[in-house]
């Protein structure tokens, strides 16, 4: 049983730690399966992210036992028939011995790891209901049919290659679909275990989600680009413009038109001056244009006003009356409560230095401000239900955050409105008033916010016709900054305009905000047209031909073309290398590196480029490796520095260190030795990785080996052709 739960970890390649179950989730995972194998919910598939929690999970199913004698000999049979075709000392494999102790007791594993006869194994014991329980990744639930009656799913998030997320809807779908099973089952049991909080609308995203939608990922390649510059008459931007790619983003263009003729009638439809001539309209737009002038003139005022040495004197005594947008939403006049500084940021030194660095801003307020609960605006049954419990707890709810709360509207029911407190920075600050306000010690009791809420409600009542009484920058906040006075200037000027414009003289304020907020209005539409219209454009131009464009340039940077374009010794060789990165391959070949190396080194110096593992050591991948297979390796290393800095200097997006990082010797002593001869059981103790993958790298390592042949017979080389072909026997 060691074997198996050893035979992918500790060695070379696996340094990572990814998800996966601790001992509690192990017991709640072994009571779940035991739960339903007691009320005859078998078979089941237990999917999970990981190989080695696969093995890990089933490894401690070890003591139970599914299946009777019956079964356990014709699992026998099946299996000792199957391994018949490995040799006596593949047959001792850690796999290989390992597995069937777990299949004569009704559980299975079967993930990419696996040798492919073992996964085959699996497959038939399970087809034919031998195994009751299988522990597999999501890989089994695609492209082949094996429905169970239940399906538990150990986590609800996967790592794609780049970070952890949840999984789609697609794939929950695919996974989920097995349970059930045609003709046998009236329903399916899906299973999914929670190890921590997720919120509704992740939940319902997952359950409820659209399916993954298919996208073209089509990406042209430099041996694809070659190989369509050597055909005569051949155009590699015809390529571009007949694939599905394209077509997928053409076909958005009618889309993106149709919606922007439906904004611009939408825009020609408002009536700004009803019955009005083209001067009144250019009337408002003059207003318009001056107001909204004096706005960011304002917004510039206040953005020096909020600066610390400025405001701090008036916001650290709590009851002050402040104005707050949050995510541009106005949430109106709110009252301070506390002023808070990030912790560390008044220190000296590196301590200090790293509090100033954190996320975050360095000054903060705690404001009480009127909001909404944003789940009193869901509508339907369920919604309607929780309300009235909402309202009954709505006292209990003493914070608050933009993401939960809305502002207070006109028309909202006194009964959801309630006071919380907001924290936010100094930035969110609009205009800060003169008044202040008493406030008690202790703010969370709900009728604590109540009267606040009052004060703040008789405040504004009070001051209805004038205005809440703001703090004068110049006398106030002490503001000697000449850029100020500049600003105060304009906007006193703007607002002598606006007062004298003859909308403010011949009209009442109500038509005066309706005609300006019309014209917005229909200004704002005019513009998402514009904009509607510009990506319609850029839709029908064709994708990649920068990057086209770019690629070209790196080919003739290399040397793989000359400047008419024409496909040169080194672009014949890329054209025959598809398996791993060509421009690499072609500088090892050319720069002579092979032919000083034997055929073993040459082998395990190609599997840089086929093996995908992470690399166990990140500072020096090749740590402990002998000097015969390091030095190759470091010539490797700064030969794909060179095509990263060539390809960086021809603007082609990348990072220098990550492309490096993707060449791993992770499996250099193990393919040397497979090449000197070694058995395939003493190969797999030189590697960290699983049988499986071992054995796909090796196929892929035969498949470049080959097309190396070829390009050495192409370009006439017949002592490297005879090298890689010896290689090629070595590797089968």
């Known amino acids: 049983m060691e074997g198996m739960e050893n035979s992918g970890g500790g060695g070379r390649g696996q340094k990572r730690k990814r998800g996966g179950g601790g001992k509690g989730q192990n017991n709640d995972l072994h009571r779940i399966v035991k739960l339903v ?10 999917f999970s992210f990981s190989k080695k929690d696969c093995e890990t999970f089933a490894l401690e199913l070890k003591k139970e036992d599914y299946t009777d004698e019956v079964e356990k000999d014709l699992i026998s049979q099946v299996y000792a028939n199957a391994i018949e075709s490995l040799s006596e000392d593949d047959r001792t494999l850690p796999q290989v011995e390992a597995l069937l102790p777990l299949l004569k007791r009704g559980i299975g594993i079967h993930h990419g790891g696996l040798l492919p006869i073992l996964k085959e194994i699996v497959e ?17 639930a695609i492209g082949i049919n094996m429905p169970a009656k239940t399906v538990v799913f150990t986590n609800t998030q996967k790592f794609d290659g780049k970070e952890m997320r949840y999984v789609t809807s697609g794939e929950y779908i695919q996974m989920s679909g097995r349970a059930g099973r045609r003709g046998k089952d009236d329903r399916g049991i899906v299973i999914q275990m929670m190890d ?103 917004r510039k005022m206040m953005k020096i006003q909020r600066r610390p040495e400025h405001i701090l004197p008036f916001v650290k005594s709590s009851g002050r009356l402040v104005d707050i947008t949050i995510d541009n939403e106005n949430y109106g006049w709110g009252v301070i409560v506390r002023y808070r500084r990030k912790a560390g940021t008044g220190s000296a030194g590196s301590a200090g230095q790293i509090a100033s660095n954190t996320d975050g801003p360095t000054h903060t307020i705690d404001v009480l401000l009127n909001c909404v609960d944003r789940r009193f605006d869901e509508v339907g049954l369920n919604a309607e239900a929780a309300r009235t419990e909402d309202i009954k707890n709505l006292g209990l709810l003493w914070r608050g955050t933009s993401r ?20 936010v920075g100094l930035d969110s600050i609009d205009r800060i008033s003169a008044i202040r306000l008493h406030v008690p010690q202790d703010t969370k009791p709900a009728e604590a916010r109540k009267n606040i809420s009052r004060s703040v409600k008789e405040v504004q009542k009070r001051f209805a016709d004038d205005g809440i009484p703001l703090l004068d920058p110049v006398k106030d906040l002490k503001i000697k900054v000449s850029e100020f006075n500049k600003l105060l200037e304009r906007a006193s000027e703007l607002q002598q305009r606006l007062a004298s414009h003859k909308l403010s003289t011949e009209m009442s304020e109500e038509e005066r905000n309706k005609q300006v907020t019309a014209y917005d209005h229909k200004h704002d539409l005019l513009d998402q047209a514009r904009l509607l219209r510009r990506e319609a454009t ?8 920068d990057d086209l464009r770019k690629m070209k340039r790196v080919l003739k940077e290399l040397g793989h073309v000359d400047g008419q374009g024409v496909i040169q010794t080194k672009g014949r060789t890329a054209c025959e290398i598809n398996t791993a990165n060509e421009l690499v391959v072609v500088e090892l070949v050319f720069a002579g590196l092979f032919n000083d190396l034997t055929v073993e080194v040459s082998v395990a110096l190609l599997s840089c480029l086929i093996f995908d593992e992470r690399n166990k050591d990140e ?41 490096v990082d993707k060449f791993n010797p992770g499996l250099m002593e193990a393919v040397y030795a497979w090449c000197k001869g070694a058995k395939f059981v003493e190969v797999q103790k030189l590697t960290g990785t699983y049988e499986g993958s071992t054995i796909r790298t090796l196929r892929r390592l035969e498949e470049l080996v080959r097309q190396l042949a070829s390009a050495s017979k192409a370009i006439g080389n017949l002592e490297l052709q005879a090298k890689f072909e010896k290689a090629t026997g070595n590797v089968y």
Request: glycine content about 6%; hydrophobic content about 35%.
């Open 124 to 140: 038939i014991l399970f087809s034919e209901g031998l195994i009751k329980c299988l522990f597999a990744t999501e890989t089994f």
């Open 196 to 298: 921590e909080k997720m919120e509704p609308s992740v939940c319902k995203g997952i359950l409820y989600g659209d399916p993954d939608p298919l996208n073209s990922s089509y990406k042209i390649s430099y041996n694809m680009l070659l190989n369509m510059m050597r055909v005569e008459d051949v155009d590699p931007e015809y390529l571009l413009r007949a694939s599905f790619h394209q077509y997928q983003q053409e076909s958005e263009a009618p889309a993106l038109e149709a919606k922007a003729t439906e904004t611009e009638e939408e825009a020609n439809a408002i009536e700004i001056v009803p019955g009005g001539t083209e001067d009144d309209i250019t009337a408002v737009g003059e207003y318009y244009g001056m107001d909204r002038q004096l706005l960011l003139t304002q």
């Open 37 to 46: 194998m007691m009320r005859n919910l078998n078979p089941v598939i237990v």
């Open 619 to 659: 500072d020096d991948p090749a740590k402990g490796l002998k000097s015969y297979l390091s030095g190759p390796f470091y010539k490797l290393i700064e030969m794909a520095r060179t095509v990263a800095k060539v390809q960086i200097d021809c603007k082609i997006e990348l990072n220098e260190d990550e492309f």
């Open 538 to 545: 850029s839709c029908q131009t064709m994708v990649m031909k």
């Open 404 to 423: 939960h709360c809305r502002p207070d509207k006109k028309g909202d029911d006194a009964d959801i409105v309630s006071m919380r407190e907001f924290t």
